[in-house]
């Protein structure tokens, strides 16, 4: 079965500091990778996309990067945090275009 | 440019009780498909329910159905006998065939389910 990790789970970074979460899926190849942002209360914000290594599509302008150097591995990261990017942070990853993504646990970031 | 549209920020159950909440979206697209995620308090998505816009029928999981209205854009979920681990927020969400996988979330429903 298919498993999605990501951690870590919690983080309290200060403004200007560098940012790199890290989101693992395990049990199948070539997955669609997504990175997606919920601010407290609001629904989801589409980050980036991956549909293979090295193939990052951004959605929203920020200072925030996505890489994929591996085919089961997306990594969020920034050099400078903001206090704007504390939030939630789901990655997720999905089969096929046309079906449904399956999300990991989320990575709490503070940024103080 | 697609949106999703959830008119109920809160929503309140009794156990037993059965609860509908609201989703209506707006595009041009005849090919899409609908979805429905629920987040409890740990925060984890969890699909709930998928929708082929191309299907009439409507899709149903257990004590979750839904009702797809293509001509109105709408598409609500009908929660039949609440649980109490039912509590949580619900998005719908919404995906066109080229969109390469990248959905439109609605800004959630709290769903409460009281004893």
């Known amino acids: 079965s298919q498993t999605i990790h990501q951690w870590p789970a919690t983080l309290v970074q200060p403004v200007g500091s560098p940012l790199s979460l890290e989101c693992t899926v395990e049990g199948t190849s070539n997955p669609n990778l997504y990175w997606y942002r919920q601010a407290a209360g609001r629904g989801l914000q589409l980050l980036f996309y991956?549909?293979?290594?090295?193939?990052i599509s951004s959605e929203v302008p920020q200072n925030l990067s996505a890489s994929r150097p591996q085919d089961r591995q997306f990594i969020l990261s920034s050099k400078k945090l903001l206090l704007s990017d504390s939030g939630f942070y789901l990655c997720a990853w999905s089969v096929d275009i046309s079906y449904e993504q399956y999300f990991g646990p989320g990575t709490r970031l503070t940024v103080t | 440019a697609q949106t999703v549209t959830q008119s109920q920020p809160e929503m309140s159950v009794q156990e037993a009780e059965t609860v509908t909440l609201s989703c209506t979206y707006d595009t041009s697209e005849n090919n899409y498909y609908l979805f429905w995620y629920k987040q409890p308090p740990s925060r984890q998505m969890i699909l709930v329910i998928r929708?082929?816009?191309?299907?009439?029928q409507n899709a149903t999981e257990n004590r979750f159905s839904v009702n797809f209205q293509k001509a109105a854009k709408s598409f609500s979920l009908k929660i039949s006998d609440s649980q109490l681990g039912d509590t949580a927020m619900y998005f719908c969400?919404?995906?066109?065939?080229?969109?390469?996988?990248?959905?439109?979330f609605g800004a959630g429903t709290q769903v409460v389910v009281t004893p």
């Open positions: 929708q082929e816009a191309y299907k009439q």
């Open positions: 969400a919404f995906m066109t065939t080229d969109s390469w996988g990248k959905f439109q």
């Open positions: 991956s549909v293979g290594i090295g193939q």
